[in-house]
C-alpha cells in the first residue's frame, strides 16, 4: 500500500505489511542528495513519526545505489552566504531519521557515500548487503563533514582513515573495524531486514515510541544519568495499558512451562 506525502519526488513511501513502511531514495542513477531531496525526507520522516499506524521504517535505496551522496551541483553554488541555510536543510532531514518517533532498519542495497554514510549512521540498525559499500569522499571534492556521524559506528580511528583518505570500504571490512551491522547476501540482504522490522512491529507502538525517546535521550549521558532518564521512561510506560498486557501474557507463558 501506498502512503506517499503530497508533493514528495524523490523519496517513495510503502507500507507493504501492516506496521511497516517502507521508504525508498528514488532521484537519479545514484540517488544523490539535493536541497528539494533532503526536503523531502525531512517531510516523509517527520510524517511517519505521526502515523498511528506505522511501528518501524525501513529505510532503503533504489536501484544499485543506496544513496551517493551531495550532488556535486550543490557544492558548485555554495559559499559564505547560502552555505548556512543549505547546512540546516542538511542537518534537518538526517536528524529526521535520527529523531524519528520509530526505529528505524536501514537497509543498505549498495554504496552509501557521504550523507548516504550518514544516514546509515543514524539508523536504529543495519542490515547491509554484501555489495555495499561505505565511504567519506567529501575531502576529494573540496568540503568536510561526516566524521562525528561515523563515529557513530566506528572507533576513531577507524573513522579517520576514511576520512583522511576518502577511500570506501566494502560491508564486511566495516563490519570487521567494528560498525555493528549485519552482512547478507545480496539476494537476502531486504528480506532478512524486513524479518528485523516485522520483530519490531509485533510489539505495542507506545512502548516503541517510548523506548526509542529514552534511547536517543540516553546515549549521550553518563552511565547514572542515562539509567535514571531509563527508569523515568520504564515507570511512564508502566502507566500504559499495553505494558500490563505485556507482563499478563509473559506471566502467562512462563505458567505453562516455556523458556524465559
Not at 514528495?8 to 545514484?30: D, M, N, S
Not at 499506524?53 to 551531495?70: K, S, W
Not at 576529494?140 to 556521524?149: A, I, M, Q
Not at 526509542?212 to 547514572?224: A, P, R, T, V
Amino acid at each position: 500500500m501506498s502512503v506517499q506525502p503530497a508533493g514528495v519526488e524523490h523519496v517513495t513511501v510503502t507500507e507493504p505489511e501492516p506496521g511497516i513502511a517502507v521508504v525508498e531514495l528514488a532521484r537519479g542513477k545514484v540517488n544523490a542528495l539535493n536541497t528539494q531531496m533532503y526536503t523531502e525526507i525531512a517531510t516523509v520522516f517527520d510524517g511517519l513519526s505521526e502515523n498511528p499506524g506505522v511501528r518501524v521504517v525501513v529505510l532503503t535505496g533504489r536501484g544499485r545505489i543506496f544513496c551517493a551522496g551531495n550532488d556535486l551541483a550543490n557544492f558548485r553554488t555554495m559559499d559564505g552566504d547560502n552555505g548556512d541555510i543549505e547546512m540546516r536543510t542538511v542537518r534537518r532531514a538526517i536528524f529526521s531519521v535520527l529523531d524519528c518517533r520509530l526505529p528505524v532498519v536501514g537497509a543498505i542495497n549498495g554504496p552509501a557515500l557521504g550523507s548516504g554514510f550518514g544516514l546509515t549512521s543514524v539508523c536504529d540498525l543495519v542490515v547491509a548487503s554484501e555489495r555495499a559499500t561505505f565511504g567519506l569522499p567529501e575531502m576529494n571534492v573540496g568540503v568536510l563533514g561526516g566524521g562525528r556521524f561515523t563515529a557513530r559506528m566506528l572507533p576513531q580511528q577507524a573513522m579517520r582513515r576514511m576520512f583522511f583518505t576518502a577511500e570506501a570500504v566494502d560491508a564486511q571490512t566495516l563490519r570487521t573495524w567494528g560498525a555493528p551491522i549485519e552482512v547478507a547476501a545480496h539476494d537476502d540482504f531486504l528480506a532478512i531486514a524486513m524479518a528485523r522490522a516485522r520483530s519490531i512491529a509485533a510489539k505495542s507502538r507506545h512502548a516503541i515510541v517510548l523506548a526509542k525517546q529514552s534511547l536517543n535521550g540516553c546515549e549521550d549521558l553518563d552511565l547514572k544519568r542515562g539509567y535514571e532518564l531509563e527508569q523515568t521512561f520504564t515507570v511512564r510506560l508502566s502507566e500504559h495499558p499495553d505494558s500490563k498486557k505485556a507482563v499478563e501474557a509473559r506471566i502467562a507463558e512462563m505458567s505453562k512451562g516455556k523458556k524465559p
